[in-house]
């Protein structure tokens, strides 16, 4: 019988951030190849909350990044490379900038072999991480004053599921993860309607978090962890070819793009990921066995959304300068999969269409003309709203003690 060990791996992440009790940890121990343990021991791990003060210039950065490989700003949206971020009132968040906020506070000594973070791994000997698919909903009309804008927020990071699929030594072991994020008010803020986190113990801002009502994002993520492969397997898989499967349809807009190892790296840097799948080729070929850096799972939906918000504020523009009395409309539900790996330096096309009032088809076709990802993306009007002004607080956050204060598959 197949004997593993398992949760070694939580134990040395949460020492290394210098917990002497790691949240939710049970004694280190051996089970059998059922991995029945997994779903009550992961989705127990109280994973610590997750602070940051959404600034306008790392989600600047990413549009100056994403400058080169997407079509240019519609005249429609604030901002954009060019122009300075400080001459525009801040920005509303685009759809799928919250990637880049709210990193883990990780150590580099605890990370995995593949640099991933361990506090989602399941452990030996599922060694092998990749990113799925998701789901994320915008909540904008709930919290207008979720901008960028320095202000203090929170996510909580929670296991919701763990399921194992596959066949016995062939197992996968799909982890559902939940991110739900508000900023935290205080009492400086003019808003009576609002839970106070600010004030609240930490397991009191936890328990508001569960109301869908105190949150302006909520984001599922499902990882899938694998086992490592051999080196004959590893050598194998990149001339094994996978199941080619094409749209049906046409899309009503698209723009191909071809990924580089710049790209990659600048996003793995904005979003804090050192996993080694986007940033050594060597690596990717010799252990994992694909023939080149991997695009991230994440990546590749910002792309989707990135596209897609081009295409709905370029319709809001008339021709020859003019405009349209100015549109709110915006994403407000994306739910994806992953189904096959995008490599660097491969040209992919990233595609949408119109399915009908409010819904649209978003998928991304690898350099074989298949679905490499294939999503459904939900739109809606959301009223225009003023920011607040800053609170003292909110000025002097940036010195606050962070006390206070990441195929099925394909990347991570």
């Keep these: 019988m197949t004997r593993i060990a398992y949760s070694n791996v939580y134990k040395k992440s949460q020492l290394a951030r210098g917990f002497t009790k790691p949240w939710g940890l049970v004694p280190w121990a051996r089970r059998s190849s059922s991995f029945a ?6 989705t127990s791990r109280r994973l610590p909350l997750l602070y940051d003060t959404p600034h306008p210039l790392p989600s600047y950065l990413l549009s100056t990044t994403l400058s080169d490989f997407l079509p240019p700003l519609s005249r429609a949206q604030e901002g954009g490379p060019g122009t300075s971020i400080w001459s525009h009132a801040p920005p509303p968040m685009p759809a799928a900038h919250h990637l880049i906020y ?5 150590r580099i000594s605890a990370l995995l072999d593949d640099g991933t973070d361990p506090d989602q791994s399941p452990g030996d000997p599922f060694v092998r991480r990749m990113w799925a698919g998701g789901r994320i909903n915008f909540f904008p009309s709930k919290d207008p004053s979720f901008k960028l ?19 016995t030594r062939a197992e996968k072991i799909f982890v559902t993860i939940e991110r739900r994020v508000n900023r935290i008010f205080s009492k400086s803020d003019d808003d009576t309607q609002r839970q106070d986190f600010s004030l609240g113990s930490e397991d009191s801002i936890r328990q508001g978090l569960m109301d869908d009502a105190h949150c302006s994002v909520i984001e599922t993520r499902d990882i899938v962890f694998m ?17 080619i499967v094409k749209p049906p349809f046409e899309p009503t807009f698209s723009h191909i793009l071809t990924p580089t190892a710049a790209l990659l790296f600048r996003f793995s840097a904005l979003t804090f990921n050192a996993h080694r799948i986007h940033l050594d080729r060597q690596y990717c070929q010799d252990t994992e066995g694909h023939r ?8 590749s939906l910002v792309l989707m959304t990135g596209l897609l918000e081009r295409h709905l504020a370029g319709r809001q523009e008339e021709p020859f300068g003019g405009s349209k009395e100015q549109s709110t409309e915006s994403i407000v539900s994306i739910e994806y999969r992953n189904l096959a790996p995008l490599y660097a330096e491969e040209e992919m096309r990233v595609c949408g269409r119109a399915r009908r009032d409010g819904e649209w088809d978003v998928w991304i076709e690898g350099r074989d003309g298949g679905y490499a990802v294939k999503g459904t993306v939900k739109t809606g ?13 909110d000025r002097k956050s940036s010195r606050d003690d962070p006390k206070d204060m990441e195929a099925i598959t394909i990347a991570s």
């Design 37 to 42: 343990h997994l779903h009550a021991e992961m």
């Design 227 to 243: 086992r490592q492969n051999g080196p004959a397997a590893a050598a194998h898989a990149p001339t094994t070819p996978g199941k």
């Design 102 to 106: 709210f990193p883990p506070p990780s």
């Design 149 to 167: 804008i320095g202000r203090k927020a929170v996510c909580l990071e929670r296991i919701r599921d763990v399921v194992v699929k596959g066949p």
């Design 292 to 299: 080149n850096l991997l695009v991230h799972g994440p990546l």
């Design 381 to 393: 009007e959301t009223a225009p709203v003023e920011l607040p002004e800053q609170s003292d607080s």
